[in-house]
């Protein structure tokens, strides 16, 4: 509670006193629930109805705002980038928003539910991230009515937050999916670098090292296709990394993106096989290409522990306002989490942090209903032993 009460204070996000109680006790509530949060488990575990959280989950709260505060708390490297990454939400029913058939990495196949794009800050020199804000998808019918793709929509989802994650860093990382001319351009119309992985048979071309002459025409600008079978090596620069195979790194031209890209190459200790990273940014060095690509996964363990302990697919509503306050809920109890545990000089795990909460909740129930005035001095010890019962290390 210390914890949001001080970044409520620092936040751009201006609430009244009702709401602000209402936020503060939500959230909490969300990292001591056990079981699957919802409406009626709130209701169970508070003082107040179930009909005050179906109400006040309705309302507009700027998570951008309060999350890039928090971030503070959990990101103490320099080196960051905006992760973005879609997610697939298991859900039944007719009667939701923008249910439909999305890609489930889990199962590797399209199914019927929602998606969620995640948008997160990850430190590359901390390997840790901090979510900012959720979005959910529209599905395929809602798409083709307003001619928009899901490219557009990306888009869209990042550019109604541009000026808050400006501030933050310039570069947005993805997966290979985003690997695509009209996101790049659509980023690159914002101010932001990509940094993401092309296909493994991507059309890359060196660019000339020759000086221009005075010829008629138009001067020469590539020096032909890369085959990666025969490398010129006299073009690239090696890179030495603890990883097992390969790297080797030069500035060369993109003809998807229309764009130089600093390119890094990885070869398998055998040279079957390689990927392709990149960055639009030129002048980035190689080395921090591969760390903040690798850095990316980091949002797939904030999807995990929210989908695990904190709810994120556990919302029954059919209120489109409603789900995405629990989105983006969910994943802040996540980063609470996080914060928790650095101030509390611990290692993080979400389970363990859930049973401390959750402990911690029911002996305060319990001296509350027994009226009875504890000594805290004399019981220290015991309180600690209590609530840290069943935690596990991380």
Known sequence: MGICKDILSRSSAKLNKRFQDFLLETLLLYVVIPTKINFLQLGRYSSSSEQRFRQNFSKKFDWA????????????????????????????????????????????????????????????????????????????????????????????????????????????????????????????????????????????????TESRTCRKGRPKKFDGKIDFSDLDLTRFEKLNFSYEGHFFSAIVHSKALNTPVRIVIWFSSKNKTHKLYFSTDVEMSGYDVIEIYRSRFQIEFNFRDAKQHAGLCDSQSRDIDKINFNFNASLTTVNLAKAYAIKSNKPFSMASIKTMMHNAFLLERFIAVSGIKPNRNLNDRLFKELIEFAAIAA
């Not at 390997?127 to 959720?134: G, P």
Request: hydrophobic share 40%; net charge positive; charged share 25%.
């Open 65 to 208: 705002s309060f999350n890039s505060e928090l971030s503070k708390e959990i990101l103490t490297g320099k080196r960051k980038a905006v992760a973005i990454d879609p997610s697939f939400i298991s859900k039944s029913g007719k009667k939701t928003p923008h249910i439909g058939r999305f890609w489930s990495g889990c199962h590797a196949k399209a199914m019927r539910g929602l998606e969620i794009l995640g948008v997160a800050l990850i430190d590359a020199d901390n390997k840790d991230c901090a979510s900012l804000y959720a979005v959910q998808t529209p599905n395929s019918k809602t798409l083709e009515v307003t001619n928009w793709t899901l490219v557009d929509w990306y888009l869209f989802a990042i550019e109604k937050q541009k000026e808050l994650l400006l501030k933050l860093t310039s570069y947005v990382v993805a997966d290979s999916w985003f690997a695509k001319s009209t996101f790049y351009q659509g980023l690159n119309k914002m101010g932001f670098h990509l940094i993401s992985r092309f296909r493994d048979d991507a059309h890359l071309m060196y660019i000339t």
